[in-house]
């Protein structure tokens, strides 16, 4: 402890938190920013999207209407926003490329990063 002469004040300190959470998917590294309007804007389109295809499912269910195929397409869609929202533009194409187009990967991938942004939440909040 180093000791302050008489007389001498204490000066406070400041730093930003680092609101940025570093993932590693399909071998790359990416970053989100919680502290973005981008993010927050994204996860929230996510949830609208996730609704609206629960919604619709449970309809084809109830009353066999709609095109389950077209559906998952569309979620699949709102999933691409998410992931360029969150991890920034292109990191979609950059983690599915070459792969068919497959509703339980972007499940997987979509509950990993809710994840982390909850971890992050936590963390921050």
Same mark, same amino acid.
């Given at each position: ?22 993932? #590693? %998917? /399909? ?15 994204? !996860?929230? *389109? ?20 709609? #095109? %389950? /195929? ?15 929202? !969150?991890? *920034? ?37």
């Amino acid at each position: 402890l180093q000791q302050r002469k008489k007389g001498e004040s204490k000066m406070s300190k400041f730093e930003f938190r680092n609101t940025e959470t570093s993932l #590693d %998917i /399909e071998g790359k590294s990416f970053s989100i920013d919680m502290g973005l309007p981008e993010t927050i804007k994204s !996860f929230d *389109g996510l949830k609208e999207a996730t609704m609206k295809l629960l919604d619709d499912i449970k309809e084809f269910q109830e009353k066999g209407k709609g #095109d %389950i /195929e077209k559906m998952a397409l569309t979620w699949c869609e709102a999933a691409k926003k998410a992931v360029n929202g !969150f991890l *920034g533009e292109g990191s979609y194409e950059q983690i599915f490329a070459g792969r068919t187009v497959n509703l339980i990967h972007h499940l997987d991938l979509l509950s990993y990063i809710v994840s982390e942004i909850n971890q992050s939440e936590k963390r921050l909040y």
